[in-house]
């Protein structure tokens, strides 16, 4: 498709396990952001990659969580050891490079993460 | 504390009101932007502000910055059920920050 592609929209696990959500952003899409919503909140920010240059990693909540991104297409949210307050919505979103323009994010519909 | 605090945070109005959000912050911002976010979906971005004192409209939305570039309005004339959802705001800092960091959300209910 042409949008944001986010897997698996839904994800149950048991706390203690790890869980890898997937995003393939819009082809020619340089930029890609992760963020969590908990629920009937707001966005937080978790990272972001842009092109080859080191990712912004300053939203990651601890060392349980990680993220890869592969050139400028697909990326990977990594939760190790999840815990309950790890449940939420984890949306990503990409965009074109557009240097210091406030351009459009364009996001995934989400995958819902459940730790029970 | 959230750097991008929205008021209120919850509203419910019956169709025909007309309702006015607020997104407010002590840190001076290089553009604002306003999303709004169905159930199950993600964030559709509405409109990008940039500079102080823009006001910009679409359709029934009216959409202020103000002259500080601190704080946005939303004010929606005759609301809609199709209205409903959770609007956003997101502010990016700098002027080649990359980071968007978003307000709370005002979840909005308009009733028919």
């Known amino acids: 498709g042409a949008g944001v592609s986010q897997s698996p929209s839904n994800k149950v696990t048991e706390k203690g396990k790890d869980v890898e959500l997937r995003c393939d952003p819009i082809s020619g899409h340089t930029a890609l952001y992760w963020y969590r919503q908990r629920l009937g909140q707001g966005l937080e920010f978790l990272i972001y990659f842009q092109g080859n240059s080191a990712p912004d990693k300053s939203g990651l909540p601890s060392d349980r969580f990680s993220a890869e991104r592969t050139g400028e297409s697909v990326s990977t949210l990594t939760i190790q050891r999840t815990q309950q307050e790890d449940s939420a919505v984890y949306l990503c979103a990409s965009r074109p490079w557009g240097g210091g323009a406030p351009g459009e994010l364009f996001f995934g519909e989400g995958s819902r993460l459940t730790v029970l | ?112």
């Open chain 2, 1 to 112: 504390t959230q750097l991008l605090e929205q008021s209120p945070q919850f509203l419910s109005i019956q169709e025909g009101e007309n309702l006015t959000v607020y997104c407010n912050s002590s840190s001076v911002f290089s553009s604002l932007q306003w999303y709004r976010q169905e159930p199950g979906e993600g964030p559709v971005l509405l409109v990008t502000v940039v500079t102080g004192g823009e006001v910009k409209k679409l359709k029934r939305l009216t959409f202020q910055f103000g002259d500080a570039r601190k704080d946005s309005s939303l004010h929606i004339t005759a609301a809609q059920p199709g209205d409903t959802g959770l609007y956003l705001c997101a502010g990016k800092r700098g002027e080649y920050g990359n980071k968007l960091v978003f307000g709370a959300g005002t979840i909005l209910r308009v009733k028919s």
